[in-house]
């Protein structure tokens, strides 16, 4: 498959994207299972990038720019992702 050809066209790499993403998503339960690893999915909509890992705080005009994460509540100064890596260490399904 020319999948970087595929990816040119909106329609058809959007189809691409989510079909690699559901076989991620299957490999790594699969994964999971096997070596009884519980497996928790953070719902889509929870703010991993947005929130404070420090404080808990939520940075609503954060840009995908950004590289670093601020706060403005408590000073914490620390790399985007892996504040995101942080918060989605600590994610608990409420
Ligand atoms: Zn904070």
């Keep these: 498959l020319n999948v970087s050809g595929m990816m040119k066209n909106k329609h058809l790499s959007d189809s691409v994207r989510r079909q690699c993403f559901y076989k991620f998503r299957e490999y790594i339960t699969y994964k999971s299972e096997l070596y009884g690893i519980k497996l ?15 404080c808990g705080s939520i940075k609503k005009d954060l840009k995908l ?17 892996y504040n995101a890596s942080l918060n989605l260490s600590m994610y608990k399904l409420a």
């Design 40 to 54: 928790v999915i953070a719902d889509r909509f929870y703010p991993s990038s947005k929130t404070c890992s420090h």
């Design 65 to 81: 720019k950004d590289r670093v994460y601020s706060c403005s509540h408590c000073g914490t100064v620390i790399d985007r992702d």
